[in-house]
């Protein structure tokens, strides 16, 4: 029998629902850990940025009204997406170089990661907002709510976990996401934006792009639309992205790249991680006939 | 929108004789006389102690009611602000940072008690320094900033059920930057929860208004707070630069303009600061056809003219829907006819003196553009003081969102009025703004108040009220208005690391 050749995929962006190439074309050739040509990764542009943003600003007003017990289920069924792939997951993970057992401990932990925040999207507000006792006739409480659009940027550290614990914290508040997936692995996020088309996640709730991080923050650090900046840099790309966050009071929620960071630690999931992307409004509701 | 049903027209009848006395007779000065015990000159309070500055300079505080001359105030350069950070480190490393939060809040309870027990005195010495009617400074300032410090008090030892599943620690020293509008309770929104969860302080209150900050030290002394948890440098933007991008400053909370605010966000890009920004605001005043319009009215009022509108959280956007929108303004006019503009240390004052001739010249070429793109004006037409810093109450009509006087924060006694049809344009149109920080809404219905605070884009929305505030009730801005909140469990939290 004839040897067949296989179909190789050509991996593509999932921004608005839709799988994308960049619009500028360009791609960066992505080697296994052995050199060998594995396949062209996008390389994308600010102009990919700002239509991911479009396609977040777009999706993001019905996500935030959606119930949390709506949002829980739909994290719980992407977490079903991912199960059920995990074997395809675990391998995009170790094409960068993983050990097979540790890129499906990445998997799992991933996988146990969305059904935790699924569990939160119908509670944090319960935690985080309260009625507050307040010295004349009102009724005072304050709730949360989203802040927008969150720009993630992942790490190349746990490139699947990581983002994952960035996208889902952010989502489960009610945020929509632009996400930078890992420079040097980024066909984990290939795969998981693979994962999300079919996870009932209206498109363009979550956005990922790839491409280089020197081409990419600058436009993420200033884009007006993007309302907080969530992921992990180093020092320089700190300042780069604070000194554009202050240009529209953006909040920045940046963990040091230089630190070691345990994304499968119980500490680096939970309702605070949540707290960082929201905002609290307090409403005095008058008490009278 | 559901159409609120539209009451049938009362039978016209002629409009109720009113009288109109005009300034045919001249209200009685009603002066408070109480003493300010204020001081010819203040130094730094630094370490516990009060310390002359290490230039020697010192610069002088004016009443801006009359322009009198209060007293020299000890300019603080970086040397200064040196010192009192290495101080606040060496009490959180100390004696502060050991100490159960039992007896920290014990500290907190005595300077709330010794606030309330020289309350008259502290509210003259605001008025006079900064400007704000006495009946304000008596019955709001002062006492509320009591409160803050009764509340945050009883939080420092039951930090452990601020943050579910996890223990908090303070940041160690605190940097804070405080304005001119609010300068007592100001003060008091930023050491209150700063030493509830542990921290140390250094404080420095805006240039125009240092007296009352400085007293405060006295409070302090007489509180026996250990030396060096509060340190308050007084000075202008240059020592609030020092302040806010010391090394030793482990979290900054800065109140003030969104300009400064990005100034300061710009200067600490490269540092890992936590930070809190409490920004400007141009906050839409929503009136609906079934609110109770008098009562709206007095909203209005208390939303543009508390504080002389030097509340970052004014109304100063008055959305009315159109069907009322003639009623409105011809009551609002009415009203603004009667109110008091003068002496602020006079017991019948509704508005004192504008904060600084700076500020005043700010409101002035505001409102000027306001006349230049076409707004309709009205202005009280009362007399003014002929010494010191005073503004009319001023209404625009007939105002468009493009309008500067729609965009800018004015932080001065000056109205813009718009309209609406529907709810929804009601939604659009406050929220059409960079900023975020409050808004109120006026209607008879319970669920559209609901429905109108679920919509607007704000940190803190008045439902038949505006203007209140409490200890418990969080206060902070979306978008450019800022971030972190101020007061109840969530703005605490702002003040803790989780661990």
Not at chain 1, 27 to 52: E, Y
Not at chain 1, 280 to 288: A, L, S, V
Not at chain 2, 217 to 243: D, K, S, Y
Not at chain 2, 425 to 435: C, G, H, L, P
């Given at each position: 029998m004839?040897?067949?050749?296989?179909?190789?995929?050509?991996?593509k962006?999932?921004v608005g629902?839709?799988?994308?190439?960049?619009?500028?074309?360009?791609?960066?050739?992505l080697?296994?850990?052995?050199?060998?040509?594995?396949?062209?990764?996008?390389?994308?542009?600010?102009?990919d940025l700002?239509?991911?943003?479009?396609a977040?600003?777009?999706?993001?007003?019905g996500?935030?009204?959606r119930?949390?017990y709506?949002?829980?289920?739909?994290?719980?069924?992407?977490?079903?997406?991912?199960?059920?792939?995990?074997?395809e997951?675990?391998?995009?993970?170790?094409?960068?170089?993983?050990?097979?057992?540790?890129?499906?401990k990445?998997?799992?932990?991933?996988?146990?990661?969305?059904?935790?925040?699924?569990?939160?999207?119908?509670k944090?507000?319960?935690?985080?907002?309260?009625?507050?006792p307040?010295s004349s006739?009102?009724f005072?409480?304050?709730?949360?709510e989203?802040?927008?659009?969150i720009?993630?940027?992942?790490p190349?550290?746990?490139?699947?976990?990581?983002?994952v614990?960035?996208?889902?914290?952010?989502?489960?508040?009610?945020n929509?996401?632009?996400a930078?997936a890992?420079?040097?692995q980024?066909?984990p996020a290939?795969?998981?934006?693979?994962m999300?088309?079919?996870?009932?996640?209206?498109?363009?709730?979550?956005?990922?792009?790839?491409?280089?991080?020197?081409?990419?923050?600058?436009?993420?650090?200033?884009?007006?639309?993007?309302?907080?900046?969530s992921?992990?840099?180093?020092?320089?790309?700190r300042k780069?992205?604070k000194?554009g966050?202050?240009?529209?009071?953006?909040?920045?929620r940046?963990?040091?790249?230089?630190?070691?960071?345990?994304?499968?630690?119980?500490?680096?999931q939970?309702?605070?991680?949540?707290?960082e992307?929201?905002?609290f409004?307090?409403?005095?509701?008058?008490?009278?006939? | 929108?559901?159409k609120?049903?539209?009451?049938?027209?009362a039978?016209r009848?002629?409009?109720?004789?009113e009288?109109?006395?005009?300034d045919l007779?001249?209200f009685?000065?009603?002066?408070?006389?109480?003493?300010?015990?204020?001081?010819?000159?203040?130094?730094?309070?630094?370490?516990?102690?009060f310390?002359?500055p290490?230039?020697g300079?010192?610069?002088?505080?004016?009443?801006?009611g009359?322009?009198a001359?209060?007293a020299d105030?000890a300019?603080?350069?970086?040397?200064?602000?040196?010192?009192?950070?290495?101080?606040a480190?060496?009490?959180f490393?100390g004696a502060?940072?050991k100490?159960a939060?039992?007896?920290r809040?014990?500290?907190?309870?005595?300077i709330?008690?010794?606030?309330?027990?020289r309350?008259?005195?502290?509210?003259?010495?605001?008025?006079?320094?900064?400007?704000?009617?006495?009946?304000?400074?008596?019955?709001f300032d002062?006492?509320?900033?009591?409160?803050?410090?009764?509340?945050h008090a009883?939080?420092?030892?039951?930090?452990?059920?601020?943050a579910p599943?996890r223990?908090?620690?303070?940041h160690?020293v605190?940097?804070q930057?405080?304005?001119?509008?609010?300068?007592l309770?100001?003060?008091?929104?930023?050491?209150?929860?700063?030493?509830a969860?542990?921290?140390?302080v250094?404080?420095?209150p805006a240039?125009?208004?240092?007296?009352?900050?400085?007293k405060f030290?006295?409070?302090?002394?007489?509180?026996?707070?250990?030396?060096?948890?509060?340190?308050?440098?007084?000075?202008?933007g240059?020592?609030?630069?020092a302040?806010m991008?010391?090394?030793?400053?482990?979290?900054?909370?800065?109140?003030?303009s969104?300009?400064?605010?990005?100034i300061?966000?710009?200067?600490?890009?490269?540092t890992?600061?936590?930070?809190?920004?409490e920004?400007?605001?141009?906050?839409?005043?929503?009136?609906f056809?079934?609110?109770?319009?008098?009562?709206?009215?007095e909203?209005?009022?208390?939303?543009?003219f508390?504080?002389?509108?030097?509340?970052?959280?004014?109304?100063?956007?008055?959305?009315?829907?159109?069907?009322v929108?003639a009623?409105v303004?011809?009551k609002?006019?009415?009203?603004?006819?009667?109110?008091?503009?003068?002496?602020?240390l006079?017991?019948?004052?509704?508005?004192?003196?504008?904060n600084?001739?700076?500020q005043?010249?700010?409101i002035?070429?505001?409102?000027q553009?306001g006349?230049d793109?076409g707004a309709?004006?009205?202005q009280?037409a009362?007399?003014?003081?002929?010494?010191?810093?005073?503004?009319?109450?001023t209404?625009?009509?007939g105002?468009?969102?493009?309008?500067?006087?729609?965009?800018?924060?004015?932080?001065?006694?000056?109205?813009?009025v718009?309209t609406?049809?529907t709810?929804e344009?009601?939604i659009?149109?406050?929220?059409?703004?960079?900023?975020?920080l409050?808004?109120?809404?006026?209607?008879?219905?319970?669920?559209?108040?609901?429905?109108?605070?679920?919509?607007?884009?704000?940190?803190?929305?008045?439902?038949?009220?505006?203007?209140?505030?409490d200890?418990?009730?969080?206060?902070?801005?979306?978008?450019?208005?800022?971030?972190?909140r101020?007061g109840?469990?969530?703005g605490?939290?702002?003040?803790?690391?989780?661990i």
């Amino acid at each position: 029998m004839a040897s067949r050749l296989p179909i190789t995929k050509t991996p593509k962006c999932y921004v608005g629902g839709a799988f994308i190439r960049s619009e500028s074309g360009r791609v960066t050739a992505l080697h296994d850990a052995h050199g060998n040509f594995f396949a062209n990764i996008p390389q994308c542009t600010r102009k990919d940025l700002r239509n991911a943003v479009e396609a977040a600003a777009k999706a993001g007003l019905g996500w935030a009204k959606r119930s949390g017990y709506n949002r829980g289920q739909i994290l719980y069924r992407l977490a079903e997406m991912i199960e059920a792939r995990s074997a395809e997951m675990a391998e995009a993970i170790a094409l960068g170089g993983a050990s097979d057992a540790a890129a499906a401990k990445e998997v799992s932990a991933s996988i146990d990661r969305l059904i935790h925040y699924a569990g939160w999207a119908d509670k944090f507000a319960q935690v985080l907002g309260s009625v507050n006792p307040v010295s004349s006739p009102h009724f005072n409480f304050t709730v949360t709510e989203p802040m927008g659009i969150i720009g993630v940027i992942a790490p190349d550290e746990a490139p699947l976990l990581a983002l994952v614990s960035l996208i889902a914290s952010a989502i489960t508040g009610g945020n929509s996401v632009v996400a930078l997936a890992s420079q040097s692995q980024p066909y984990p996020a290939i795969v998981l934006g693979e994962m999300l088309a079919t996870s009932d996640l209206p498109g363009g709730v979550v956005n990922i792009l790839t491409g280089q991080r020197s081409e990419m923050l600058p436009t993420f650090a200033t884009h007006e639309h993007i309302r907080a900046l969530s992921g992990v840099a180093n020092a320089d790309e700190r300042k780069q992205l604070k000194l554009g966050a202050a240009e529209s009071v953006k909040r920045t929620r940046l963990q040091k790249s230089e630190d070691a960071h345990d994304w499968f630690a119980d500490s680096a999931q939970g309702v605070h991680e949540i707290r960082e992307l929201i905002e609290f409004k307090t409403t005095w509701h008058p008490i009278g006939a | 929108m559901p159409k609120t049903p539209v009451k049938k027209s009362a039978p016209r009848r002629a409009s109720a004789r009113e009288l109109v006395f005009g300034d045919l007779w001249e209200f009685d000065p009603a002066p408070e006389t109480a003493d300010p015990k204020l001081k010819k000159r203040y130094d730094l309070f630094i370490g516990g102690e009060f310390v002359a500055p290490k230039s020697g300079k010192y610069f002088p505080t004016i009443s801006p009611g009359n322009e009198a001359k209060l007293a020299d105030i000890a300019l603080a350069g970086a040397a200064d602000v040196d010192a009192a950070f290495q101080s606040a480190q060496k009490a959180f490393d100390g004696a502060w940072g050991k100490m159960a939060g039992s007896e920290r809040g014990k500290y907190i309870y005595r300077i709330a008690r010794l606030l309330q027990d020289r309350a008259r005195e502290f509210a003259v010495a605001e008025t006079m320094d900064g400007g704000k009617p006495i009946k304000e400074s008596r019955d709001f300032d002062v006492p509320m900033a009591a409160a803050h410090f009764f509340y945050h008090a009883g939080w420092a030892d039951k930090l452990d059920c601020l943050a579910p599943g996890r223990r908090v620690a303070p940041h160690g020293v605190v940097g804070q930057v405080i304005p001119w509008n609010f300068p007592l309770l100001m003060l008091a929104w930023k050491i209150a929860p700063a030493l509830a969860a542990g921290n140390t302080v250094v404080l420095k209150p805006a240039e125009t208004t240092s007296t009352t900050a400085l007293k405060f030290g006295e409070i302090l002394q007489e509180a026996g707070l250990p030396p060096g948890v509060v340190n308050i440098v007084a000075g202008a933007g240059e020592t609030g630069a020092a302040v806010m991008t010391h090394p030793l400053a482990a979290k900054v909370a800065f109140t003030g303009s969104t300009e400064v605010g990005k100034i300061i966000m710009r200067s600490l890009a490269g540092t890992d600061k936590k930070m809190t920004m409490e920004l400007g605001g141009k906050a839409a005043n929503i009136i609906f056809d079934d609110a109770p319009l008098d009562q709206a009215v007095e909203g209005i009022v208390n939303g543009i003219f508390f504080n002389q509108g030097h509340v970052c959280c004014a109304g100063s956007r008055l959305l009315v829907q159109e069907s009322v929108a003639a009623t409105v303004l011809a009551k609002l006019k009415r009203r603004i006819a009667v109110l008091r503009v003068g002496d602020p240390l006079d017991k019948n004052t509704d508005l004192g003196a504008i904060n600084s001739r700076e500020q005043l010249d700010r409101i002035t070429a505001l409102v000027q553009s306001g006349v230049d793109e076409g707004a309709e004006m009205f202005q009280h037409a009362c007399k003014l003081p002929a010494k010191g810093f005073y503004f009319r109450p001023t209404v625009f009509s007939g105002v468009t969102q493009s309008h500067r006087i729609a965009r800018e924060e004015i932080f001065g006694p000056v109205l813009s009025v718009l309209t609406f049809r529907t709810v929804e344009e009601a939604i659009e149109k406050a929220n059409n703004t960079a900023f975020g920080l409050s808004a109120g809404v006026w209607t008879d219905k319970g669920s559209r108040i609901l429905k109108m605070s679920t919509e607007l884009k704000a940190g803190v929305v008045w439902a038949n009220t505006f203007n209140k505030f409490d200890p418990a009730s969080p206060f902070g801005g979306y978008k450019e208005s800022g971030f972190g909140r101020e007061g109840g469990r969530q703005g605490l939290l702002d003040y803790c690391k989780l661990i």
